[in-house]
């Protein structure tokens, strides 16, 4: 299902201007296509993995993916953007009930950490494979097919995992649960505030610093995440244990995710616009420009069970994520002096990133009690959803701060141009000391952790 999560919205981006077209949608609307996928999925995934380790894992999955379905043949029948819009927002549903349980039934099968690992691992670049191929693969459908054609191929993948579930994943047990009373109060501020977390870049950069309606909708979410805070510390039964996140493995392994997160979408967002707008590139030469990233994220899970045997689960998280720290420092610095500089910037960021993104996430579930996985998975996606948000409104807004011009106009001056090689160094820059303080924090957590717990059994991983 990770597959599904990568390859959606990859897919879907190139046939926005066919979409357009066809459904006469404005560009707002247009937004609202791709992106009230990630604001659902982003603000119900936390509800929906408390909810599944209490009724069961498999369970919710499998529901999520008749949901998939039901919602994938519905675009059919769209005949609005408006109802497309709608359609997305179930598919965001339907993500947040399976892309979690992906991960905690994956660590639930296996006991010993290298199998894990390897399983993670797996899982990951499959994803990650989706992601790569998505807009090449949508290109090529839409040269003989209807834009529908491409939301309706999840309608093979959801049925095939649906039926791979059902014959080779047991039923979970007992054990694995608990009954505890869901929170409901809990469950709706922190859906309110990753959902506002989420919306609130967007406001950032479409609308600009200058407007009350990104502010408020910050200070908002800020509110709710006080009060959420407030309630799961009081709470009988909170939704989220905020003693079980502050365990050493779980709170570094989430400050590496983010990270990653963070350097991962908004070197993206800065590469992209320097490509396209300061060097001129055309759209096909800045995809071939973004090739190196794509090939390490690809190729990049042969290293991760080597580094693990080699440095370890929490060795190898913070390496890795000082790659990604690095990456960053290299674009802020030196991104501006050529192309070279900012490829390795790329490969060192999407390094990192690979590895992180497997080892963070085993080093949370590890460090969770059994019945509390499903929502350590929903807690690390949780994580990479809202710092990417985070990522591009620092760049975002930092370049709209530094560069008050119209930045897709044609020609610039030298003075423009001057102004943004300024904002992409400060931006850069900024993310390097955002990213190096959440790598800094999780380093100093897991050593804590390691000097009070033994080691787990099997640390050492097997290759992929």
């Given at each position: 299902?990770?597959?599904?999560?990568?390859?959606?919205?990859?897919?879907?981006?190139?046939?926005?201007?066919?979409?357009?077209?066809?459904?006469?949608?404005?560009?707002?609307?247009?937004?609202?296509?791709?992106?009230?996928?990630?604001?659902?999925?982003?603000?119900?995934?936390?509800?929906?993995?408390?909810?599944?380790?209490?009724?069961?894992?498999?369970?919710?999955?499998?529901?999520?993916?008749?949901?998939?379905?039901?919602?994938?043949?519905?675009?059919?029948?769209?005949?609005?953007?408006?109802?497309?819009?709608?359609?997305?927002?179930?598919?965001?549903?339907?993500?947040?009930?399976?892309?979690?349980?992906?991960?905690?039934?994956?660590?639930?099968?296996?006991?010993?950490?290298?199998?894990?690992?390897?399983?993670?691992?797996?899982?990951?670049?499959?994803?990650?494979?989706?992601?790569?191929?998505?807009?090449?693969?949508?290109?090529?459908?839409?040269?003989?097919?209807?834009?529908?054609?491409?939301?309706?191929?999840?309608?093979?993948?959801?049925?095939?995992?649906?039926?791979?579930?059902r014959r080779g994943i047991p039923a979970d047990m007992a054990h694995e649960l608990h009954r505890d009373p869901i929170d409901v109060t809990g469950a709706l501020l922190g859906t309110a505030t990753i959902v506002l977390a989420l919306v609130a870049p967007t406001l950032f950069v479409d609308a600009g610093t200058g407007s009350p309606l990104p502010w408020l909708t910050l200070v908002t979410a800020i509110v709710t995440a006080v009060l959420f805070v407030v309630r799961e510390r009081t709470a009988r039964c909170p939704l989220l244990d905020l003693e079980l996140v502050a365990r050493p493995l779980v709170s570094s392994g989430l400050a590496f995710k983010a990270a990653a997160g963070l350097a991962t979408a908004g070197l993206g967002y800065l590469v992209t616009l320097q490509f396209q707008l300061d060097w001129g590139w055309t759209p096909a030469q800045a995809a071939l420009g973004m090739l190196p990233q794509v090939v390490v994220l690809i190729a990049g899970g042969a290293l991760i069970g080597p580094l693990v045997r080699r440095a370890g689960l929490d060795g190898a998280a913070w390496l890795s994520a000082a790659s990604v720290v690095c990456g960053l420092a290299v674009y802020g610095l030196l991104g501006r002096?050529?192309?070279?500089?900012?490829?390795?910037?790329?490969?060192?960021?999407?390094?990192?990133?690979?590895?992180?993104?497997?080892?963070?996430?085993?080093?949370?579930?590890?460090?969770?009690?059994?019945?509390?996985?499903?929502?350590?998975?929903?807690?690390?996606?949780?994580?990479?959803?809202?710092?990417?948000?985070?990522?591009?409104?620092?760049?975002?807004?930092?370049?709209?701060t530094l560069f008050p011009g119209d930045i897709a106009a044609p020609n610039w001056s030298a003075h423009q141009t001057a102004e943004f090689h300024e904002a992409v160094t400060w931006a850069g820059l900024t993310l390097t000391v955002l990213a190096a303080a959440l790598v800094g924090g999780g380093i100093l957590r897991a050593r804590r952790g390691t000097d009070s717990t033994p080691p787990a059994a099997g640390a050492d991983a097997g290759g992929e």
């Open positions: 299902m990770f597959l599904f999560e990568m390859l959606d919205n990859s897919v879907l981006n190139v046939a926005l201007p066919t979409i357009g077209r066809e459904l006469s949608a404005s560009t707002t609307v247009l937004q609202w296509v791709t992106g009230v996928y990630a604001v659902v999925f982003g603000g119900l995934m936390l509800a929906f993995g408390a909810l599944a380790d209490r009724v069961g894992r498999r369970r919710i999955m499998l529901i999520g993916l008749v949901l998939l379905c039901a919602a994938s043949l519905a675009t059919a029948f769209v005949t609005t953007a408006e109802q497309l819009v709608a359609v997305r927002a179930v598919m965001g549903v339907a993500a947040a009930m399976t892309t979690p349980g992906s991960l905690a039934l994956a660590f639930r099968l296996f006991d010993e950490d290298g199998l894990r690992v390897r399983a993670t691992t797996l899982i990951s670049t499959v994803g990650l494979v989706g992601l790569a191929i998505g807009p090449t693969a949508g290109g090529f459908v839409l040269a003989f097919a209807p834009w529908q054609a491409l939301l309706l191929v999840n309608v093979p993948i959801a049925a095939l995992a649906y039926i791979g579930i002096f050529g192309y070279v500089w900012v490829a390795l910037a790329l490969v060192l960021v999407a390094a990192g990133m690979r590895v992180v993104g497997v080892v963070a996430g085993t080093n949370v579930m590890r460090g969770l009690p059994a019945d509390r996985t499903t929502i350590g998975a929903a807690l690390v996606d949780t994580a990479g959803e809202v710092t990417t948000g985070i990522g591009i409104a620092v760049s975002g807004t930092l370049l709209a």
